[in-house]
Each structure stands twice: as C-alpha cells, then as structure tokens.
C-alpha cells in the first residue's frame, strides 16, 4: 500500500536543505515558494530515504488570483508519495523554473501545462504549444478564457 | 572522393498506416538511419479537460469513454474512483467486483489490439489483428449484452454501477474465459515461435530501468524494463487486495519484452476474473448519492492501473455542481516522452516497431 | 498451337506489306502469340487478383469479395473499369515526362518475360535456345520502372523506396542466378522447353536447395512479403507508387501481379517440370497442368505473405548475401560435382542425396541466424 | 547536493515549420465557418434519359460502386469501428472495399471518422483535395456530423461539412458497424444514380 507521507517531517527536511523554502505544510502535501522548485525537486530526489524518482504528474490549476502547480511525487522504491505546490502570483507573466533536469518526464508536461495556462517555464529545452497551434489566441484553461 | 550526403526531412503523420490515430512524427533522415525526430501532437485535442468544467460531476463521465477509447471501461472506473474519493463515497461490493470482470476484460482485449497492431506495424498483413480482433469481438458481444454498447459505455457511475449484469452474462463470460486460454496459446505459437518476429523485436528499442523511470513511463512499457510496479498491488483499490495474481515483469526493455508483458497480463486477467466471478456478491450496485451531487470543497487524485499504465484523475472541487478542475494523468502521452530517445539512430522501420510497443491511443494523449 | 498458325494465316497476312524476305508464316505466329500473350496476362492478373483477395480472406477467417457477379467474379473487373476511368493527377513538382515513362517502363519488361515461357511442348513466343539467360537479363528491368516512379514523384516516401528496391534487387540477383545455373547444368540447355524436356523427375526434388533460394530470391525480387520493403505500409506509406492514381497506378499494380504470375511461370518451369503431366500428349491437358502449377505457386505465395512480417532493409540485404549467396554457392559446387562426376548414376540417388544435403545446410545456417525468444518473470 | 544545471542537449524542433502550420489552420478557420452545401443536390432532379448513354452510365456506375476504395485514415473513437467493420466479422471485403490505400491519391472514398479538430481540419482537406476523382465522404459519428460531444469546444470543427462536403451521414457515436454498412450500402445507391455525361451545376 502506497504511504502518504506526512508532510511535516518532510517540510522540516527541506528548511534544513534550504531555508526559508517552505510555505505551509499539511496532510501530504508540502506548499514551497516558487524560486526553491528546483532545489527542493533535486533535494527530494536524491535524498537517501526520500527517493522520489518518479514524478508522477504534474499539472496546474488557475485560482482566479493566482496559479498552483501540482507536482505529484512518487518514490517506487519505498512505495511513498509527496505533493509538493507551488504558488504563481504574477498572472501576467507566470515563471517557473523546468524540472526537466530532474525528471525527464516532466518535458511533454510542462509544455501542456505551457499551452493551456501559460505558465513559462525557464530552462525547458522546447517550450512551445504542444496541443494547440502557433497563433492561438489565449490559454484556454484559464478561468478567464473567452472563446 | 568524397560524396556530399544531406539528411532529409520526412513528415509521418497525422494520417499515416502505423501512428495509430492522428500523430506526427517529424523525422530527420540519414538515408534509412533516423537521425533526430520531433512528435507534433494535438491533432485529436478536444479540450476534454475545459468542457469538463462546464458540466457536472455525473455528466462528465462521458468524457472519459472517449479518452482511451480502447479501453473506455477503465476510464470510466479511474473516474469513479476520484469522484468517489473526493466526495467519500462508499461503492457497493456486487459493484465492485463487477468494476472489476469489466476492467479486466477491457485490459484483455486493450492488449489484444496492442499485440494486434504491434504486428501490423512489422509487416503482417492485417492476419494476427484480424485473428485478435475476433476474440475482441467476443469481449465486445459481452459488453454489449450489459450496457448495449460496443465501444463507449459510460457503464460505471459514481458509487456504483448504471445496471446490473443480466442471467445470461455469467455463462456467457464463462464460456469466453475458458476458451480464451487456447487462443492466446495460439497466438504465442503464431508469433513468439515466428523468426522474423522475433528478429525485428529483440534488442531493439531498449529502455533502460532507470530511463523508464526517470521518463515517468507507466504500465507495461515500464514493468517491461524491469521495474514491478503496478498500482493493483502499490495501492489496491477496489477489491484487488483480495486476488490472487502476480505482475509479469521483463529484464531488458526492448521491443520483445514488451510483447511479451502484454501477453502475461492477459493471462494473469484471465486469473484474476476467474476468481472474481467465483466472489461475485449478491447485493446493490449502486450507492445511495445524491441526483446532483456536490462534493465538499477540496482536492483529490484517484489512480487505477489502465491496460497502458497507471491512470488517474486529479479533481479540484469547490463545492459546486461542477468540478472546479480536471486533470487527466495520461499514460500514453507520458509514455511517448522516451520516444525521441529510443528512436534516434534505430532504422525507420524499427522506429514504427518501437512506436507500435509503446501502444498509445491518442484520444488520450490530446485529449 | 505454331502448327495452327502456321497453316490457317499465312495468306491473311502475306499482302507484301510486312518484311519480303521473312516468311508470312512467322509473322502470324507472332502476331497471334502476341495478343493471346496479352490476354493471358491480363486475364490471369485479374484471375490471380481474385483468387488473391478470396484466398487472404480465408487466411484471415473472413469471405472476400463476394457481391459483384457469381462468386464475386465480376470484382476484378469492376476494378478494372473503375480505376481507368478516374482522374489523372500529375503532382506539380513531379517530373512529368519520367512521371509519364516509369508505369511504362515498369511492364514492359515484366510482361516481356512470358515470350520463352513454354505453354506445351515448343508452344513459346520465341523458343529461344538461350531462354533462360534472356528471362535473367530481363526480369529485373522492371526495378528501373520503379526507379523512376520513385524519383519523378517528387516525394520522400518514394525516394526512399526506390533506393530500397534497387539495393534489395541487386543484391537478390545474384543468388538468383547461381540457383538457376544448377537447373541448368542437370538440363544441359538453356532452352526453357529443353529445360522442362529434361525434367524426367521434376527439378524441385533434384534441386530442393535451389528450389528454396530461387522461390526465396524471386520473392524478394516481385517485392512480395516478407520483403516488400518497397510498399511497406506502415514505414512508407505506398512506396514508389504513392502519388500515382487512374491509369498509370492501374499500370503498376498490374506490373505487380504480372510480375507475380511471371515468377510463378518461371518456377513452374524451371522446377515443376513445366507442362508435363499424366496424358501429356493429348491436345489441351498440357496447358490445364502448366496452369494448375502456377496457381499453386502462387497459392505458396499468398499463403507467405498472409502469415509472415516484414524483414528491416539491414536484414533483407544480409539474408542475401550472408545467407542465400553462400547456400547457392555450395548448391551450385554439389551439382557441378554430380554432373561432372557421376554422370551415369542415376538421378533418384541425387534426389535423396540433395535433399538430405539441403537439410543440413539449412540447419547449419540457420543455427547463424537464429534468434530464440526467452521467457519473462511472470 | 550538486544542482543538475548542465544544458540539454539540443532538441530537434521546427519552428518555422510549426509557425507556417498555425497561419494554415488559421486561414482554414477564416474560410470554413460555413456549411457547404450538398453537390450532389442535382441528383433530385429529373433529367432527360437518353438511352445509349444511360446503358454507359450504368456500366461505370456499376463499376464505380462496386469497388469503392477506401482511404486508410482514421481521426478517433469511430476508426474503431471502422476497423471491426473491415474485420473478419463484418467483413466489408464482400463489396469489394477491403483494399484500404494508404495513399489517398488511389482511394475513392475518404470516411471521415471521429472529431475533426481545426488543427486537423486543414490536413483533412488536404487528403481529400489530394483524391482523385471521382470521390466521396462518408461522415461517420456524431463528431464528423456536427461536432457532437465536443461541439462547444475551442479547438473542434463543429461538423466537418464545415471543411469538405459529404455524401453520406451516418450518425451515432461511435455507429455500430452494421450502421456503417447500411450508411455504405446508401452510399452505392447514391453511385448508381449518377449521369456522368450531364454537366453538373455545381462544378
């Protein structure tokens, strides 16, 4: 049976790692400001015990005042699972920093997440529309999408 | 002397013989040998994930027939279970199980169309395909006989099941179960004894383990680079826990291997139905849930094991009648993104075989 | 048959308009054999499309065409008309006159082959006493069609199959002929109708080595599964033929099965002991044997392609010159051996002696190529 | 801990070629907001029967109707059911239709089955301008009707005789394969009644 690891315990190992990273932490899920995404991804990665190799999906929601981004982490050695957010204030020009480093699985993702929110993120290799076409108008999952 | 050589670039796709749907591939040819390739997706995207906002939780379950459509039933389930998880929602047992028999025979015949279409793409002319496509439309006949569908079925709703199964449906499946042993036999010996199969599967397209996983590959493109792990087992929902079964996985990773997965989990599938319809309550099959329902504000992610690899189904409710988000976890798009990796270097011909193992659908991965 | 011509037209066609010093009696044979030469390859392409379509279908459970006409009979037809009466298109950037040459130039020479084949006894076009080395020299012309259709298309996809059809049909060549050279050392002619005069045993049983790499070697040279690498459909779409429609595509897809029954005669011929059969001197019969063996070669062939896959370029070409161009090369050292040898033994000591021979020669390469599927973990 | 900041490795991507792919669909989008109407619409009338060419017309419509290739393509769901269709089981080869070419350049008949997306709909028109004549659509499913399900989405065509016209509807979603033969069925009725050497109206 997959553990869902309690986020507390992990919170306080990443602020060991990196201080000042985290948000807030409840249930499995750990909330960390934007600009420690790549840091905290690698920490979690290949920390011993922690392992979370298989980026499960990842995907984002739009809150009307801010984005979230959804990293479901999973280690398939331990059988444990983690999600890790991260909050988008600026919604005129959503960055983020690509995990594709980390987790090659992460490519076809970030740019789907790239077309329907458009959400940037830095460091991919090929950020471009993946479903839609050059010269669509708009990012359709946003909640203010108009047809 | 010395030629001047110039690489090529050959567009197959979006209607090609071999990329099952309307996918594209934007090869860069050395002659035969391919030296870089770009997927262009996007041709079947529906928008599925947007359209779903707009209408409620019960309506959207339509939506996820038409993702994987050849495997409607265990899209429907994956939705279920999120929904149900979301709202807590406890599923009746007669319904489980009979989730279950439905899940398992869409996995068989899932795999079925992948071994079928998998030697299509190697050259067979349309013979094993046609030969699997009859067992498949012995599946087919059964589903129809429950819910009057042959390819969408919108079978499982949220706390249940939308009918119960009739008399007939038990012998019949019976019947099915017991024969299909044969001719999956026979489609062993039609193709794992055949030579030239076998020569243009071996060692090629391998996947490392660890690029397996680092790629989130899922299902049997995973398991058949080595990895054992199958949701049924990591995480049982339903009624799994109580089965008897084992996850068949490869050691190298190729093309072969992941053949061979896909036969070994019809086997274990069939184990697996035996036992069901031997538990199979009596009792509801359908949870008491309101006509509208209203999950409570919060997130939620249900997961199954689809025949092409853990699916799952992120929800955001708010606590309206519709759900605020939906996310699909696609195994086939996810399992595309090696793809690039396998098929540089490798001939055109292998690249098709390659594409053909990693058995994709693409109204999922557009959605 | 010449005997029939000779006699009955002489006078129709002697009206000094044709060549003086060639004697009219030639002539009609020739004009008359020509155009039954092209009724029977017409009718027998359609004949063999049908029996093509109903045979795959029953490999594949199903029924095949079944609507037009008894039987579906009338279904080549149908084709026929359809397909000649559609619309024309030459794509922009094409080639045009190479565009226009290559279906012409893919059946000439593919219909050119039925001139030496014997339909009884010295009943041949031509019965050229170096028969068989003109069936060699032409049969492959038929490639430089496909060449051209593959060039002049202007599209990747036909490139790509023409330079895979004249890699693989050069290369099949040449175990091709070194299987041929056996028939031909234990025939001491070259003549296709001596060939088939000297077939007291059919040759299949005195050259089942040489049987196998020529059935192999013309397969791969009509492009028929497991080495129709040139329309592989799920790698390049329809190959050299993509951008043809009406007439011309029409053309090649008669080329194709023209080539089929040519090969189909061939091996008749050279193996099957050709025309000859019970009550061989009655008028007709020889034609009803030589016909029923070619149907069942070409049954042999359609039964291939509804069952096997297709080989990678790579692995055609190495079968060729790994595979058969050894095996030929030793078929042809043990025939020569017998013939020079052990002239006065006879010959059904060979028979058992090749077949055992070809027996293991077979295992022995075979053990080089073999590749095995392992179980997995279950 | 070390950050994995080492550069990709250059991915293979066409911009240009992507960039000119969005005008095309674009463009298409401009053009096709309009259903175009049924060419076929002359077959209604009565015309003047002259006898020689109506016995002319009956061979080549025979001809035409009872091999009907189609093009090997599908778009969705419905392909599905197109292929159990050609399958062992319904086996559309009994009317001579097995030989799907996968080139549309030889193929007479283009089943257009599943949702068309506008990302898709220039290619779609393409394959059938690439089809020689004479040719026909068959519509199949409620998407290639309308754009069912998906009608009100941003990026699906909202019935595809938006972009080529069609010959024959068949709904359902996805039609039964005996739908799909009886919709092929008045697909060859349709055939037969063609007058080849009458000047068509609409061309």
Redesign the interface.
């Known amino acids: 049976m997959t553990v869902e690891l309690q986020a507390a315990e992990i919170a306080a190992k990443l602020e060991a790692a990196l201080p000042g990273c985290t948000i807030e932490s409840s249930g499995n899920t750990i909330v960390i400001k934007d600009e420690f995404v790549l840091k905290a991804a690698t920490f979690l990665k290949n920390t011993a015990g922690l392992d979370f190799n298989y980026l499960n999906f990842l995907t984002a929601t739009d809150y009307q005042t801010y984005f979230e981004v959804i990293y479901d982490l999973v280690s398939l050695e331990h059988n444990h699972k983690l999600v890790l957010k991260v909050k988008l204030n600026n919604r005129e020009k959503p960055e983020l920093a690509s995990v594709t480093g980390v987790w090659k699985g992460a490519d076809f993702q970030e740019r789907e997440i790239f077309d329907l929110f458009g959400i940037n993120f830095t460091g991919h290799p090929n950020l471009k529309r993946i479903f839609l076409w050059e010269g669509f108008q708009g990012y359709p999952l946003r909640k203010d999408f108009k047809q | 002397m010395a030629l001047k050589t110039e690489t090529f670039l050959v567009n197959a796709g979006p209607q090609h013989p071999s990329t099952h749907g309307v996918f594209r591939m934007r090869f860069i040819l050395d002659g035969e040998v391919i030296q870089d390739v770009e997927p262009v997706f996007g041709y079947l995207h529906r928008g599925i994930e947007k359209l779903a906002e707009g209408l409620t939780y019960s309506q959207d379950m339509v939506f996820t027939d038409r993702l994987d459509y050849l495997a409607s039933m265990t899209n429907n389930q994956a939705y279920a279970v999120a929904v149900e998880k979301l709202a807590g929602i406890q599923v009746p047992e007669r319904a489980e199980y009979l989730r279950v028999i439905m899940a398992e025979l869409m996995r068989i015949s899932s795999h079925l169309m992948g071994v079928g279409f998998l030697t299509n793409d190697i050259g067979a002319f349309l013979t094993p395909l046609l030969y699997m496509y009859r067992e498949r439309e012995k599946i087919l006949d059964l589903f129809d006989m429950v819910c009057g569908q042959r390819l969408t079925y919108n079978y499982m709703r949220i706390g249940g099941v939308s009918q119960d199964i009739p008399e007939e449906f038990l012998p019949a499946l019976k019947k099915f179960i017991d024969t299909l042993p044969r001719f999956i036999q026979e489609y062993e010996q039609l193709l794992a004894t055949n030579e030239i199969l076998l020569v243009r599967t071996k060692n090629v397209g391998i996947l490392t383990k660890e690029a397996a996983i680092n790629y989130s590959t899922a299902g049997p493109v995973l398991r058949a680079s080595g990895v054992k792990w199958d949701i049924r087992k990591a995480e049982p929902y339903s009624v799994y826990s109580r089965f008897n079964f084992e996850i068949p996985t490869g050691s190298k990773g190729d093309v072969y291997d992941r053949y061979r997965i896909k036969i070994e989990e019809m086997k274990q599938s069939i184990g697996i139905i035996k036992q069901a319809m031997e538990q199979l309550p009596q009792g509801e099959i359908q949870a008491k849930i309101p006509k509208v329902l209203r999950p409570p504000k919060g997130e939620a992610y249900g997961r199954i094991e689809g025949p092409k690899g853990e699916l799952g189904f992120y929800l955001v409710s708010d606590g309206a009648t519709n759900p605020y988000r939906l996310h699909i976890r696609p195994p086939s798009l996810l399992n595309l993104t090696p793809l690039r990796e396998l098929v540089i270097g490798v001939k055109i011909a292998d690249a098709m075989a390659i594409f053909g193992s990693i058995d994709i659908c693409m109204g999922e991965v557009d959605r | 048959m010449p005997t029939v011509t000779h006699n009955i037209l002489p006078t129709v066609l002697n009206t000094g308009i044709l060549a003086p010093d060639w004697p009219a009696g030639f002539w009609s044979h020739m004009i008359i054999f020509v155009v039954i030469l092209f009724l029977f390859v017409i009718f027998m392409a359609m004949g063999f499309i049908y029996f093509e379509r109903r045979v795959i279908s029953r490999f594949q459970i199903r029924i095949g065409p079944n609507r037009v006409g008894p039987f579906g009979l009338f279904q080549p037809v149908a084709d026929v008309i359809k397909i000649l009466i559609k619309e024309d298109i030459v794509p922009l950037n094409a080639d045009k006159l190479i565009h226009l040459l290559a279906p012409v130039a893919a059946i000439v020479p593919a219909i050119m082959v039925f001139a030496v084949i014997p339909f009884q006894n010295g009943a041949a076009l031509a019965n050229l006493n170096i028969g068989i080395l003109y069936i060699v020299a032409i049969s492959s012309v038929s490639v430089v069609g496909m060449v051209m259709a593959g060039w002049g298309s202007n599209n990747k996809y036909a490139l790509v199959s023409a330079m895979r059809v004249i890699a693989q049909v050069v290369s099949y060549e040449i175990p091709l002929a070194l299987a041929i050279i056996g028939v031909i050392l234990f025939a001491g002619t070259l003549s296709m109708n001596g060939i088939v005069l000297a077939q007291k045993i059919p040759y299949i049983l005195l050259q089942p080595l040489g049987f196998l790499i020529y059935f192999l070697g013309s397969m791969a040279e009509i492009n028929r599964t497991p080495f129709d690498l040139l329309e592989a459909e799920g790698e390049i779409v329809a190959g050299y033929n993509i951008e043809y429609s009406g007439f011309k595509f029409a053309l090649f897809y008669l080329t194709e099965y023209t080539e089929a029954i040519a090969v189909s005669t061939i091996i008749t011929t050279l193996y099957l002991s050709g025309w000859r059969g019970p009550f061989d001197s009655l008028p007709v019969l020889p034609v009803i044997w030589f016909l029923i063996k070619v149907f069942a070669v070409f049954a042999l062939i359609i039964w291939v392609r509804a069952t096997l896959p297709r080989l990678r370029i790579d692995q055609v070409m190495g079968f060729a010159w790994k595979c058969l161009l050894p095996l030929a090369l030793i078929n042809l050292l043990i025939t020569g051996a017998q013939v020079v040898f052990w002239p006065n033994v006879s010959q059904w000591v060979f028979v058992g002696v090749n077949i055992v021979l070809a027996g293991l020669l077979i295992i022995l390469f075979s053990r080089f190529f073999r590749t095995t599927g392992d179980k997995i973990e279950a | 801990?070390e950050?994995?900041?080492?550069p990709?490795?250059?991915?293979?991507?066409?911009?240009i070629?992507?960039?000119t792919?969005?005008?095309g669909?674009?463009f298409v989008k401009q053009q096709h907001q309009i259903q175009i109407e049924d060419p076929d619409s002359w077959q209604n009338e009565e015309a003047n029967h002259n006898f020689i060419l109506a016995s002319a017309d009956a061979?080549?419509n025979?001809?035409?109707a009872?091999?009907v290739w189609p093009?090997?393509?599908?778009?969705?769901?419905c392909?599905?059911?197109m292929?159990?269709t050609a399958?062992?089981?319904f086996?559309i080869?009994?009317?001579?239709m097995?030989i799907f070419?996968?080139?549309?350049?030889?193929a007479?008949l283009l089943i257009v089955n599943?949702?068309l997306?506008?990302?898709?709909a220039p290619?779609l028109k393409r394959?059938y301008e690439?089809m020689?004549?004479?040719k026909y659509v068959i519509a199949m499913g409620s998407c290639a009707i309308s754009g069912g399900?998906?009608r009100?989405?941003?990026?699906?065509v909202p019935g595809v005789n938006k972009i080529i016209p069609v010959d024959v509807y068949i709904p359902g979603?996805?039609p039964?394969p005996e739908a799909l033969l009886y919709g092929i069925q008045m697909l060859h009725k349709k055939i037969k009644k063609q007058k080849n050497f009458e000047k068509r109206k609409s061309a």
């Open positions: 801990m950050l994995n900041n080492q990709q490795p250059e991915v293979y991507s066409d911009k070629l992507d960039k792919e969005g005008e669909i674009d061979l080549i025979w001809s035409r009872s091999s093009v090997n393509a599908g778009l969705a769901c392909a599905f059911e292929i159990s399958s062992s089981r086996d080869s009994r009317f001579g097995e070419r996968p080139s549309p350049r030889q007479d599943g949702t997306t506008w990302k898709m290619q394959i690439q020689a004549e004479p399900l998906f009100n989405s941003y990026a699906v979603c996805p039964r």
